[in-house]
């Protein structure tokens, strides 16, 4: 299957197959199947943060007790691996100047 060049934008959990302003924080190269593997990961992310958000409501919920705030941490390392590892060179320099814990993302 041959692969496509996608531009992610991670903050509105956006993938296009277009340039825009803004989106192409990460560029990567994925066939049709790893794009759908990363949209159900960025999916999982927005569902996690809705929950966030009606928990912050909830004034008795400690952050550190929340299962979504987890959850959704644990998406966004997961997403930011498959962009990577489906990264261009740029891509993937950038993702490891992030400062993300080694030990948590490789």
Do not use: C
Request: hydrophobic share 35%.
């Amino acid at each position: 299957m041959a692969k496509q060049t996608y531009f992610i934008d991670m903050a509105t959990h956006n993938i296009s197959r277009h340039k825009h302003e803004g989106n192409n924080q990460f560029v990567i190269h994925a066939t049709d199947e790893e794009v759908h593997r990363l949209r159900t990961i960025l999916n999982a992310m927005e569902d996690e943060n809705w929950t966030s958000f009606f928990r912050a409501h909830i004034p008795f919920v400690q952050y550190h007790q929340d299962s979504s705030n987890h959850n959704y941490d644990q998406h966004f390392l997961t997403a930011i691996r498959l962009i990577h590892e489906l990264g261009d060179e740029e891509t993937r320099t950038h993702i490891q100047s992030m400062g993300i814990n080694e030990r948590h993302f490789f």
